[in-house]
């Protein structure tokens, strides 16, 4: 039982290249939320999805987009990365919607 | 806006001390409040608090909520470096009160360490 998996761990990107990040839960939670943490910001949702087949807009939305592939699978892709994007993401996931989640072991993402 | 205001945002204590983290809220719809430790990597979670004057205990670890009054504490007796950690304090609410949508505000965190 892995729980949540996020790849990759690590990855630094040029300003305007694109990149997929990956989540996967094998806990057959019904949500799965992504989140960036920057230092003095705290943890901020981006997007989540309460369930298979639908994704909402969190707190910080833009310059990302998700896919809620089926039900163990949710990725977030950032279609031309910014120095702005420079963060630590973190995928959760849980048995409802923002019940007790249970987070991944992040990506530190570096945009120069 | 919704806001989630963390206090303190650090302390330094030695093994043995309790400790008191405060949270506090101002949110329309309010639903729950969460706690979570973050040690190095992903937080984990702790506690969920729907009703006020319950508390809630885990070990050395409890909160309680009071609606009222909109704030939380938590609350770690007999503290051990292994309490080291950021303690994070989130509150779920209803985007709009006619909605179906949830939102999810996380506080700054209050960076707990431990001396030996």
């Known amino acids: 039982n892995a729980g949540v998996t996020q790849t990759p761990k690590f990855q630094v990107l040029k300003t305007g290249q694109s990149m997929t990040l990956q989540c996967a839960q094998d806990?057959?939670?019904?949500?799965m939320y992504w989140y960036r943490q920057d230092p003095g910001m705290g943890l901020r949702l981006i997007y989540y999805?309460?369930?298979?087949?639908?994704?909402d807009k969190g707190e910080v939305p833009n310059g990302y987009n998700v896919s809620r592939l089926n039900k163990r699978e949710f990725s977030l892709r950032l279609e031309s990365a910014a120095p702005s994007q420079t963060s630590v993401y973190f995928c959760?996931?849980?048995?409802?919607?923002?019940?007790?989640?249970?987070f991944g072991p992040g990506t530190r993402l570096t945009v120069t | 806006e919704d806001k989630v205001v963390q206090s303190p945002l650090s302390l330094v204590v030695h093994e043995g001390d309790t400790v008191t983290l405060n949270c506090s809220y101002e949110?329309?719809?309010?639903?729950?409040l969460l706690w979570y430790k973050q040690e190095k990597k992903a937080p984990t979670f702790l506690f969920m608090l729907?009703?006020?004057?319950i508390e809630k205990k885990s070990g050395r670890l409890s909160s309680i909520l009071d609606k009222k009054e909109l704030f939380s504490i938590l609350n770690i007796t007999a503290t051990q470096t292994g309490d080291s950690a950021i303690y994070l304090c989130?509150?779920?609410?209803?985007?709009?009160?006619?909605?179906?949508?949830?939102?999810?505000?996380f506080g700054k965190g209050t960076l707990l360490t431990v001396n030996p």
């Open positions: 989130a509150v779920e609410a209803k985007r709009d009160s006619g909605g179906s949508n949830y939102k999810l505000t």
């Open positions: 949110v329309t719809n309010f639903r729950s």
């Open positions: 729907t009703s006020s004057g």
């Open positions: 806990m057959n939670h019904n949500s």
């Open positions: 999805s309460a369930s298979e087949g639908t994704t």
């Open positions: 959760a996931s849980s048995e409802f919607s923002f019940y007790e989640q249970y």
